[in-house]
């Protein structure tokens, strides 16, 4: 069974860090591009960060955040600071397969920044 399991979201005052995490089971973790994507209120879902071959950025987090992957453990990182209230949203982890559009999202984790 396919699991995607987010954490580490949480309140914090603008300015402030956090180190959202992604646990993958259920599938071979290194043959899988991974993703951040947030959803705000009223808004679209939309992709903040990706790590493959390489890693690309969504302009609004460029220098602020950071994505990174443990294959070992299976898991995927997302490093934010210098957090702004306009970063609050829903942080979904997806994996994409590679040459692929199958995919799998988790459940999200919520990142509430107070101004």
């Known amino acids: 069974q396919v699991q995607l399991v987010e954490s580490g979201g949480d309140l914090v005052q603008s300015g402030g860090s956090l180190r959202l995490s992604c646990v993958a089971s259920?599938?071979?973790?290194?043959?899988?591009?991974m993703s951040w994507h947030r959803q705000a209120p009223g808004k679209e879902r939309e992709l903040v960060a990706s790590i493959d071959s390489g890693t690309r950025y969504a302009d609004s987090v460029k220098g602020r955040f950071t994505i990174s992957r443990d294959n070992a453990k299976n898991t995927v990182f997302l490093q934010m600071s210098s957090l702004k209230p306009e970063d609050t949203a829903v942080y979904y982890c997806?994996?994409?397969?590679?040459?692929?559009?199958?995919?799998?999202w988790g459940q999200g984790t919520q990142v509430t920044v107070s101004s």
């Open positions: 259920g599938f071979t973790f290194s043959s899988y591009a």
């Open positions: 997806r994996a994409r397969r590679y040459f692929s559009t199958m995919a799998y």
